[in-house]
């Protein structure tokens, strides 16, 4: 087991997914690293580390690149385009990538929450999904989701992000997750 004061959480500190694994990761004396921008509305107010402009740019990704490997449109917007930037800053900052959401057939994880997974892969990340709708978890494999008993958060720099709408199921896999790995 991982003891609490040698690990960090990063995430973004949205509500749902990323408020849960925050409140978990404040409840064991985990420090939290919410990355965050100028105009951006959190729930968590734990950690905040606010991104400069300069700093979301080197974060940047073409949005149609982005809409390229995840299948689907993505508005333009700037506010979208930041949030995708800091979801970048979440998972090149964690060893290994916690998410809750859904997976897709064509392998790609249901809303903005996606691109975090496909940049994980990219990275060469260890990444794990807890699917909501399947009710288990998930680690990408070199081509693929494949169905796991219960990941542990095995690296002092792990990141937890996923959907808003996260349902008492998801809310389960993260305390459980926390208890299999982080020392009491």
């Known amino acids: 087991m991982l003891n609490p004061n040698e690990c960090i959480l990063f995430s973004g500190g949205a509500t749902g997914t990323e408020a849960a694994f925050g409140a978990l990761a404040e409840q064991y004396g985990i420090q939290e690293v919410n990355y965050s921008f100028e105009g951006h509305r959190i729930e968590r107010q734990r950690g905040i580390r606010m991104l400069t402009t300069e700093e979301l740019e080197l974060k940047d990704f073409s ?29 090149s900052s964690g060893q290994e990538i916690f998410i809750v959401g859904i997976i897709q057939p064509d392998d790609t994880v249901k809303g903005g929450t996606g691109w975090g997974a496909e940049f994980a892969k990219i990275c060469n990340k260890p ?39 996260l349902q008492e199921n998801g809310r389960q896999a993260i305390a459980a997750l926390y208890e299999r790995s982080i020392a009491p």
Do not use: C
């Open 127 to 165: 990444t794990y999904v807890f699917d909501q709708e399947k009710d288990a978890w998930f680690q990408w494999d070199k081509d693929q989701w494949n169905q796991i008993a219960e990941p542990l958060i095995t690296k002092r720099h792990f990141t937890g992000t996923g959907t808003r709408f």
């Open 63 to 91: 949005l149609t690149y982005v809409s390229k490997i995840m299948r689907r449109s993505y508005s333009r917007g700037p506010l979208f385009r930041r949030v995708l930037q800091s979801i970048g800053w979440q998972v």
